[in-house]
């Protein structure tokens, strides 16, 4: 599923975001990347989701090798990932139903399984009674559900959340870490960075990674051994 | 294919909000494209209609040829039978004094009354000689050697100069659509870009959900396409006004002035805004795209 060996990102202003990566996620797997603002962890998902590509070393997701000259693979990898962003990226203007569509439109459904996936995507997230809302009178929470929701309706194999909880109340963060953290029911994998670690400290998952200052710690499967 | 037609509801529904997220915008834009337009129509109108002229001027080039009217009419027709005998005469008719008459009546219309002042038929009988025109000169001369003739009147210097207006009409049209394609396709592109700049965001969230680059840019297309046809509308339309209004006015006091039929001239005008400005619309919206990439 995700492969990476020895890996480092350096910025062109000479920053070292990560060095020397070693993870190897299976699918299915709900992993948390923890740390501290500024630890990497943005760098690491922008990695995974070919938005930068790796100064020296290894990596693959979903098969697919991140590489600069491997630009139009990137996309087709992205269409089978569902990322999910911190600042939500949801189109303004448009209803809950129109931004869940959006995320499907080119990708192979029939207009009809576009129509059951973001159905079932947003009633899935409890947003159903605000299915013809504009996502611009929806609170915080709501928005990010609307974006969870885009995330999973697309079916994808991998879901990527960039801090999902970061404009939320704790009791609207656990609620959206329960949900994201159950797609694991339908085999799939499901990546979260938080810098937040107590909201993490019951949630199920099999694999925790800590990051900081771009060098991680990782494997470590259970309560007891991390807490 | 297969992804556009299936979105083709959202392409249509996505340009109307990148329509109104920039209406007063994209109101000017119409405004202006459709006044160039409409420049752009009147003078393609007036180069057609001049050529038009020039050409039924010259399909009806002919030379009048006098003569004594004391002479008989078998010397006349001898006069007539040397002329038809010259290479690039079509056709050689008498006009005696009263056919002369009646013409000019038909000419003048309602002003024909004006001839009635007149005590005698003012007109004087000649042969009308319908040439090639481009044989003209030579048949001049060869008419110059047959005795017996008075006076020979051809129409040569005012062709000439219908001709030398003619072609200036369509040099200043060449540079007037030069012009107006020019500035059509650097408003369409800037719009674009605009478009494009101001909905940076949504596109980059389109790219990370892996969206093909096709289904990212065309409903900016669609909107490139979308203004200038709207503006082409309103330029037809404003263009057709004009040209009806300009033959309303000229063919009353100037009946002589042979124009081509106005429906014609309508349905062409129509036509060929409408093309011009789809086809301009789709190269704006083009450079548009290219400006945006290399940045």
């Not at chain 1, 491997?70 to 203007?93: A, H, V």
């Not at chain 1, 697309?154 to 159950?182: H, V, W």
Request: with cysteine; aromatic share 8%; hydrophobic share 45%.
């Amino acid at each position: 599923m995700i492969d990476a060996k020895d890996l480092c990102l350096q910025y062109a202003d000479g920053t070292l975001a990560l060095q020397n990566i070693n993870i190897h996620i299976e699918p299915g797997e709900v992993v948390f990347i923890i740390g501290p603002s500024g630890s990497g962890k943005t760098s690491l998902l922008k990695l995974l989701l070919g938005m930068e590509y790796p100064t020296s070393g290894h990596l693959a997701v979903l098969g697919q090798p991140i590489k600069r000259e491997k630009n139009s693979e990137i996309r087709r990898m992205r269409m089978t990932i569902g990322p999910i962003f911190q600042d939500f990226r949801l189109l303004q203007g448009r209803t809950v139903l129109e931004n869940v569509l959006l995320g499907m439109r080119f990708l192979e459904f029939s207009k009809n399984e576009m129509r059951i996936n973001a159905r079932d995507a947003i009633e899935r997230v409890g947003l159903s009674h605000k299915i013809n809302t504009s996502v611009d009178n929806l609170s915080w929470g709501e928005r990010q559900r609307v974006a969870i929701a885009r995330a999973v309706a697309r079916k994808p194999k991998l879901i990527i959340a960039d801090e999902p909880t970061g404009n939320l109340d704790k009791d609207n963060a656990l609620n959206i870490l329960e949900l994201l953290t159950s797609f694991k029911d339908d085999h799939t994998t499901v990546i979260i960075t938080t810098h937040a670690t107590h909201l993490i400290e019951n949630m199920d998952r099999d694999m925790l990674i800590q990051i900081d200052k771009g060098n991680i710690e990782w494997g470590r499967l259970n309560h007891e051994e991390y807490f | 294919m297969k992804n556009i037609f299936k979105n083709i509801e959202y392409f249509l529904k996505e340009t109307g909000t990148i329509l109104r997220l920039n209406f007063l915008s994209n109101i000017f834009s119409i405004l202006s494209m459709a006044l160039i337009f409409c420049m752009l129509s009147m003078v393609i109108s007036g180069v057609w209609i001049s050529n038009q002229m020039v050409e039924l001027i010259e399909g009806e080039a002919e030379i009048n040829v006098f003569y004594d009217e004391s002479f008989e009419d078998s010397k006349v027709s001898g006069i007539l039978n040397e002329i038809k005998a010259i290479n690039g005469v079509r056709q050689a008719l008498i006009i005696d004094k009263d056919k002369a008459y009646d013409r000019m009546m038909g000419i003048m219309g309602k002003d024909a009354g004006i001839l009635e002042f007149f005590e005698e038929n003012p007109f004087s009988a000649f042969i009308e000689v319908k040439i090639e025109l481009e044989e003209m000169d030579l048949i001049v001369e060869r008419m110059e050697k047959i005795k017996d003739i008075d006076y020979i009147r051809d129409n040569q210097s005012v062709l000439n100069r219908l001709r030398s207006i003619s072609n200036i009409i369509r040099v200043l049209g060449i540079i007037i659509i030069t012009g107006v394609g020019i500035s059509t396709l650097v408003i369409t592109s800037h719009i674009i870009r605009q478009g494009i700049y101001s909905n940076k965001e949504q596109i980059n969230t389109l790219k990370l959900l892996g969206a093909p680059k096709y289904f990212i840019v065309l409903p900016f297309f669609l909107e490139g396409i979308f203004l200038t046809l709207i503006a082409g509308i309103f330029a037809a339309t404003m263009g057709n006004l004009a040209l009806w209004y300009i033959y309303v006015q000229t063919t009353g006091p100037l009946p002589f002035i042979p124009l081509p039929p106005l429906e014609n001239l309508i349905y062409g005008n129509t036509i060929l805004t409408l093309c011009t400005s789809i086809v301009l619309g789709i190269c704006g919206s083009l450079f548009g795209f290219a400006s945006t990439n290399k940045n």
